[in-house]
């Protein structure tokens, strides 16, 4: 086990009616004026916001809005967010929504925190993230964990460059998560999410470092609790139970409990960030495109890994290591198959891509072939591109 730290300050509060307390939280933090930031209406339509807002109200906090807050969310967005929050004084920001509002209201945090300076300078590494304004989260959906996460993601429109910023200060001081908030997700955006929390987990799991039995126990039964659970809620989707679980496994996939005493690997998440950055595709969508590609591509660099993969976690009972690992990536295919996420580039919206485009962005994804990327097996230019392929 390699040494670590782990740092998880995010109050939770769990179940039902969970929202009703963003006002006593936003109080804990001497909150007086709170930055709502939202999406595209759905928090609207189903009156969560209205709810959120009078709670706050209701303990003498005023608000203000940002809402239009898009999956693949926008940096342009997040900078208006910026200049709303330091005019209006706002001394938190509280999302309600998903991850792409967690990563907005993030960034609101960051950069309101230091007037005068540029959104985009957090995120080229130009200049430090230092102090970052406090973040709550009301969670709407299991997917990105961003809601205990170290990490924000935004899209430059000019560039169609996506990527991360990372720092423990953004990493929300508390989060509220009501599963019943989930029963109106529409069905993809569920099974988007139940992939993304996979990957969170595999990401961490197939590494170079072998013997964390506890970190892998944990892994692993993030695994299997999300895939039984994914299956319930993807036949129905008012399952209380399935959903608090599917919840749960969420943030518990993306804290960094799924893989202490290790590396990450990560290295699908830059391939479908890639994706996302330049067709606008769902996260989840764009991960499950590319995982049994790169799973095929790198699993003879630790055959066993695969193997026990397969026999923990699908339950696979060959006792030869070649075959058990190339059928636990056939398993794992089969239920993104089963929850009707692509397994291809092809099977997504934007369709099979041309080789000049999938060239383009494994050089995006490289940074001109200067960057290696993943740990498990490290990826140049051409690994990505054949991975594509
Ligand atoms: O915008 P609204 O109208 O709210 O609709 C959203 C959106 O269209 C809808 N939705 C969410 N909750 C709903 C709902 N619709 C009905 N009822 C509900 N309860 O779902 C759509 C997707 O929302 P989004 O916030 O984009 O989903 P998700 O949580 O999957 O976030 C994805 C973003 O997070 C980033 C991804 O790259 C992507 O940009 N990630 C962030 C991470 C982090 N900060 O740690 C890590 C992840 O790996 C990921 O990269
Ligand atoms: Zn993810």
Request: proline share 3%; net charge negative.
């Amino acid at each position: 086990m390699h040494s670590f730290e782990q740092y998880m300050p995010t109050k939770i509060v769990f179940g039902k009616e969970a929202e009703l307390k963003a006002g006593t939280l936003a109080k804990e933090w001497q909150a007086k004026k709170v930055l709502l930031v939202y999406g595209g209406g759905s928090v609207v339509r189903s009156g969560l916001l209205g709810r959120v807002e009078a709670v706050l109200k209701a303990e003498g906090i005023e608000v203000e809005e940002l809402g239009g807050v898009k999956p693949n969310p926008r940096m342009s967005l997040a900078k208006e967010g910026v200049k709303k929050a330091i005019n209006s004084g706002a001394d938190l920001v509280m999302a309600v929504g998903g991850g792409s509002c967690i990563d907005t209201a993030k960034a609101i945090a960051i950069a309101a925190a230091k007037p005068g300076t540029d959104l985009e300078e957090f995120w080229s590494g130009k200049v430090p993230i230092e102090k970052a304004l406090p973040v709550g989260v009301v969670l709407t959906i299991a997917a990105a964990g961003s809601e205990m996460s170290d990490s924000a993601v935004l899209t430059n429109e000019e560039t169609g460059k996506k990527a991360g910023a990372h720092s423990d200060l953004v990493r929300p001081k508390f989060a509220m998560m009501n599963p019943e908030l989930m029963y109106t997700l529409p069905k993809y955006q569920l099974t988007c999410g139940i992939v993304d929390i996979m990957m969170h987990t595999m990401e961490r799991y197939f590494t170079p470092v072998d013997g964390n039995e506890l970190t892998d126990e944990i892994a692993e039964g993030v695994l299997r609790t999300v895939i039984r659970n994914g299956l319930k809620a993807y036949e129905d989707q008012q399952n209380y139970d399935a959903l608090s679980e599917i919840m749960w496994c969420g943030s518990i996939s993306h804290n960094n409990m799924t893989g202490l005493g290790r590396p990450k690997d990560f290295a699908c998440h830059k391939l479908g960030h890639e994706i996302g950055g330049m067709f606008d595709e769902a996260h989840g969508a764009t991960l499950s495109a590319v995982w049994g590609s790169w799973a095929r591509y790198v699993y003879q660099i630790d055959i066993p890994r695969f193997a026990h993969f397969g026999r923990k976690v699908w339950g696979i009972e060959e006792v030869d290591d070649i075959k058990a690992a190339l059928a636990a990536i056939e398993e794992t295919e089969k239920f993104f198959e089963r929850i009707e996420m692509p397994v291809c580039i092809g099977q997504m919206k934007t369709g099979v891509l041309e080789d000049d485009v999938l060239m383009q962005m494994a050089d995006s994804a490289t940074k001109g072939d200067t960057v290696e990327l993943g740990s498990f097996k490290k990826l140049k230019k051409q690994d990505m591109y054949e991975i594509y392929k």
